[in-house]
């Protein structure tokens, strides 16, 4: 799943780069960032091998301002 998303990720990465595609890949990156919010509440509650708690309850609230960053793309 993480190879999925990845995939995804640098898809829409490379679609922002052309102004016929940003409106979607700036969508996709939106649906993408909400679609994985479960899995990064998930690490922070039940923590990750390695990364401290501080970082991963700091990955929350950021999660929303990349939403809203995409967002000027759309």
């Given at each position: 799943?993480?190879?999925?998303?990845g995939?995804?990720?640098?898809?829409?990465?490379?679609?922002l780069?052309?102004?016929l595609?940003?409106?979607?890949?700036?969508?996709?990156?939106?649906?993408?960032l909400?679609?994985?919010?479960p899995?990064n509440?998930?690490?922070y509650q039940k923590?990750?091998k390695?990364?401290?708690?501080?970082?991963?309850?700091?990955?929350?609230?950021?999660q929303?301002?990349?939403?809203?960053?995409?967002?000027?793309y759309?």
């Amino acid at each position: 799943m993480n190879k999925l998303a990845g995939a995804f990720e640098i898809l829409f990465g490379i679609g922002l780069l052309s102004e016929l595609t940003r409106h979607y890949a700036a969508f996709g990156i939106i649906i993408l960032l909400i679609a994985v919010f479960p899995a990064n509440l998930y690490m922070y509650q039940k923590g990750a091998k390695g990364i401290p708690k501080w970082v991963l309850l700091l990955r929350l609230p950021l999660q929303f301002g990349l939403i809203a960053w995409a967002y000027l793309y759309t």
